[in-house]
């Protein structure tokens, strides 16, 4: 085992990324509910949605969690540098959750202009929607913030990607 201040910072560092994605994904449950409610009660396809983002944004927290865990693991045998790369990879997962779920989005609003463009009209949006909307906004950049505040300051490439994720 190496210097035991160095496994003291790593477990600090843990312990304070955990600490952030474990309140990122709360946010993010909360925001789940709150939207499918806003987005079905206040007839807002685009609510709907953003309600499917929160859910990629708590798999992502997910993600997070378990692979800051993974790669704070110490060096071993098998991992002369310990298993930092584990981080790397949540990275890349949380970067192509991203794509799809953007795809995902521009899918559903290629088909609502296709179907306005036939003579469909949609249903406007209640004050609801508007209401959760902009709580949304507010909790996601106040997530944000403290998130990649975290991120940086433990120099985390993953919990910087997952904050970019929930400013999305």
């Known amino acids: 085992m190496k210097d035991g201040s160095l496994s003291g910072n790593m477990e600090r560092r843990q312990r304070r990324l955990q ?24 007839h807002s396809a685009a609510m709907l949605a953003d309600a499917v983002h929160s859910c990629s944004d708590f798999a992502t927290d997910v993600v997070v969690l378990i692979f800051v865990k993974l790669g704070a693991k110490p060096w071993d045998e098998s991992h002369d540098y310990g298993h930092g790369k584990f981080e790397t990879l949540a990275t890349f997962l949380i970067g192509v959750t991203l794509l799809a ?23 406007s949006p209640g004050m609801l929607a508007f209401i959760v909307a902009l709580f949304s906004i507010v909790s996601k950049e106040w ?12 120099h985390s490439e993953t919990v910087v990607a997952n904050a970019w994720h929930h400013r999305s």
């Open 19 to 42: 600490k952030v994605t474990i309140i990122g994904s709360v946010v993010n449950l909360t925001l789940v509910t709150l939207k499918f409610v806003a987005g079905t009660v206040g």
């Open 143 to 154: 997530t944000y913030r403290f998130t990649v505040r975290a991120g940086k300051e433990e």
């Open 101 to 123: 779920v953007g795809v995902l989005i521009a899918v559903g609003g290629v088909r609502k202009i296709v179907f306005v463009a036939g003579g469909g009209v949609l249903p």
